[in-house]
């Protein structure tokens, strides 16, 4: 076989270099062989560069239904799956929620406690699923209470992130969100740093950290809101 200006499609400093290596006339290993393949495709690479592909995913902009329970979802199920796994399932009875939830706790080591798993089994049975007959009703103890009632004093803003489940996504270890050493820097001399957070609490949104969505929590009363912002303000 002949490597010539015209079988090389137009790329004459190739022929010489595949000539000596591919071909067979001048005692070159074959066309055919791997060796030569793996040539022809890193000369390719040299001659017209190989880029890395940058695929940039759109920004979440879907958020859980505000509802009893959804504290759990956004906690738990936001660490690995997107809201639209979720709603674009059918709507379908409790029996396959519960299993969906038992397989991602059991199979694929879910960090949902067994007392977890009812609560949210029932909001997503609710919000997303069709009730039936043997679904229980909202699950009590679960949705947060107002501060009305406690004993007075400054509520703890650690406390106020576990009840929540925040630290799902913005513990070292979980690297979903921010870590919450990382929010501090960056407000450290923002005036407005309270009311940045206070909004981000209760509005949610995108962009600022990367493409993953915070959800809204907008059922962090204001004291636990201000207790949550201050905390982690002075996190180092």
């Not at 030569?36 to 940058?54: S, T, Y």
């Not at 639209?84 to 299993?99: C, D, G, L, N």
């Not at 089994?121 to 997303?128: K, S, W």
């Amino acid at each position: 076989m002949r490597y010539d200006r015209q079988n090389m499609l137009g790329v004459p400093p190739f022929s010489r270099l595949l000539a000596q290596g591919c071909g067979s006339r001048t005692g070159g290993r074959g066309a055919g062989t791997p060796w030569c393949r793996g040539l022809i495709f890193a000369l390719f690479l040299a001659a017209f560069g190989a880029k890395a592909l940058d695929i940039q995913l759109p920004p979440e902009t879907a958020a859980f239904k505000q509802d009893t329970g959804v504290e759990i979802a956004n906690g738990q199920c936001l660490i690995c799956h997107s809201v639209e796994y979720v709603t674009m399932q059918p709507p379908m009875a409790r029996a396959f929620w519960k299993s969906s939830v038992q397989k991602m706790q059991q199979k694929y080591s879910a960090p949902i406690t067994d007392a977890q798993v009812d609560p949210v089994v029932d909001y997503l049975t609710r919000n997303y699923g069709v009730s039936t007959n043997g679904a229980q009703q909202v699950a009590t103890g679960i949705h947060p209470q107002s501060d009305s009632g406690k004993s007075p004093g400054k509520l703890d803003g650690l406390e106020v992130a576990a009840k929540y489940f925040c630290l799902s996504c913005h513990s070292p270890a979980a690297k979903v969100g921010p870590q919450y050493r990382d929010i501090a820097a960056k407000y450290k001399n923002d005036p407005n740093a309270l009311a940045r957070i206070d909004e981000q609490i209760h509005k949610g949104g995108t962009g600022k950290w990367g493409p993953i969505i915070m959800p809204p929590f907008p059922q962090v009363s204001p004291a636990e809101t201000r207790a949550l912002a201050e905390w982690i303000l002075v996190t180092k």
